[in-house]
């Protein structure tokens, strides 16, 4: 008779292993996770939440031509003279936000204006230091509102380490047999059963079916953070080509004066970007800074509202109307790209779901939800298989009626305790 024993032995001893890491990786980046995939899912639905609380920014979507970027800068300098108009931008069924002052001034507006006749439908003022709540929501994204240093490296890794948490948190979720009883414990949340199992399963069931959305999500952020990631999976994608440059451009000086004025150049951009780029989505552009002659005008229009893949996104020297390349990925259009530029320029709409419309927002909200519960799920499931503040077992009948109550407090406060040495040891 063949002796299995040993290959027994090795799958528990991997199996062992692999716990190990799921746990210890957990706990040393649940804090990362949880607010990265919470921050995500409230930034999913930023322009539908503004439009929501901010009346000003609805328009009713008219077969006309919107207003040109000249008089956008008239009627914003008309408002504010002493303040530099800096962007304009706008979806379709939107205003047009045009933010006029920098971070360096007293105060900087927010201005909406009707696409089709400029009028001012509103305004948003932020005074020194202060910021919107999206761009709130974006930092705690990006580097859990720590300082860039130290908050982007935290993010850029924990998000890898998340992906590893989803890898093995399959394996350690995937039943030793498949019979009746383990389907039913891996694909249902038994609702009837104690408040740890309920919990357990949470962590367990919910994290499955979330695992296939949240590894999109997690490895179309990555690409944002980590360099060598990046770089290896556009050679990886586009047949072993190295990822382009980005390109630092700037206008001919020598030819400032000699052809056109500032709004001319900015109206004729338009009527080109439009012209060769037919666009109802929107678009976005960035006024130059006239004090400086280098300085180039940038813009891109939006075949469809709420898309990013397929932008149209160019930059041209302001004097003389030349396209200026600077990223080899934005300078051919979507159709004409490589297949490694295709899955960059998709890249955003994978991390926040607009690659499958509304049902992908919808899924990437949901699961970024659930991905910001794995963690306190998790801890739960460790807390409470530890036995911290437990007395002798006892049977049911034996459980005073406030032990519960007494148990959920005892892990609010370890929940707070662990965040304090965190942070502690962060900063």
Same mark, same amino acid.
């Given at each position: 008779m063949r002796n299995t024993a040993p290959?027994? /032995?090795?799958?528990? %001893?991997?199996?062992?292993?692999?716990? !190990?890491?799921? #746990? !210890?990786? @957990?706990?040393? *980046?649940?804090?990362?996770?949880? $607010?990265?995939?919470?921050?995500?899912?409230? !930034?999913?639905?930023?322009?539908?939440?503004?439009? !929501?609380?901010?009346? *000003?920014?609805?328009?009713?979507?008219?077969?006309?031509?919107?207003?040109?970027? /000249?008089?956008? #800068? *008239?009627?914003? &300098?008309? &408002?504010?003279?002493? /303040?530099?108009?800096?962007?304009?931008?706008?979806?379709?069924?939107? %205003?047009?936000?045009? @933010? $006029?002052?920098?971070? %360096?001034? *007293?105060?900087?507006?927010? #201005?909406? #204006?009707?696409?089709?006749?400029?009028?001012?439908?509103?305004?948003?003022?932020?005074?020194?230091?202060?910021? %919107?709540?999206f761009d709130w929501i974006l930092v705690g994204h990006r580097h859990i509102w720590l300082p860039h240093e130290i908050g982007q490296p935290l993010v850029n890794y924990g998000t890898l380490v998340f992906v590893i948490l989803l890898i093995t948190g399959l394996i350690w979720w995937y039943p030793a047999k498949w019979n009746a009883a383990s389907r039913q414990k891996s694909f249902n949340i038994k609702w009837k059963a104690g408040w740890k199992r309920i919990n357990l399963d949470l962590h367990n069931v919910l994290g499955f079916y979330a695992l296939l959305v949240s590894l999109a999500l997690a490895l179309s952020g990555m690409v944002y953070g980590i360099a060598w990631y990046s770089k290896g999976l556009y050679w990886v994608t586009s047949g072993g080509e190295s990822e382009p440059e980005w390109k630092r451009v700037s206008s001919d000086t020598t030819q400032q004066g000699k052809h056109y004025s500032y709004n001319q150049a900015l109206d004729l951009v338009w009527e080109r970007m439009i012209t060769e780029n037919p666009s109802s989505g929107g678009f976005y552009y960035a006024f130059p800074d006239s004090t400086q002659a280098h300085s180039t005008i940038s813009i891109r229009t939006y075949p469809a509202p709420g898309r990013f893949y397929d932008v149209a996104r160019h930059t041209f020297d302001r004097h003389t109307l030349k396209r200026l390349e600077f990223f080899e990925v934005f300078d051919k259009s979507f159709e004409q790209a490589s297949a490694g530029a295709k899955l960059r320029r998709m890249n955003y709409d994978i991390h926040i779901g607009t690659i499958l419309g509304l049902p992908g927002k919808i899924l990437a909200f949901v699961c970024s939800l659930i991905g910001a519960s794995l963690p306190v799920t998790g801890f739960i499931v460790w807390f409470n298989r530890k036995g911290f503040g437990k007395k002798n077992r006892k049977s049911k009948s034996q459980v005073k009626p406030g032990a519960m109550q007494i148990s959920t407090k005892a892990i609010c406060l370890a929940l707070l305790f662990l965040i304090e040495n965190i942070l502690l040891s962060i900063s």
């Open positions: 290959k027994k /032995s090795g799958k528990t %001893a991997l199996r062992r292993v692999n716990k !190990w890491l799921h #746990l !210890w990786l @957990g706990l040393a *980046s649940g804090i990362v996770v949880f $607010v990265v995939c919470l921050t995500g899912a409230i !930034w999913v639905f930023n322009e539908e939440i503004m439009r !929501w609380f901010e009346p *000003s920014m609805r328009v009713e979507v008219r077969n006309e031509a919107v207003v040109e970027p /000249s008089k956008v #800068l *008239s009627i914003a &300098a008309t &408002a504010y003279p002493e /303040s530099k108009t800096t962007y304009a931008y706008y979806q379709q069924g939107t %205003a047009v936000r045009v @933010g $006029v002052g920098t971070e %360096a001034d *007293s105060e900087r507006y927010i #201005l909406y #204006l009707n696409p089709y006749d400029g009028h001012i439908q509103g305004k948003t003022t932020y005074k020194k230091g202060e910021t %919107a709540f």
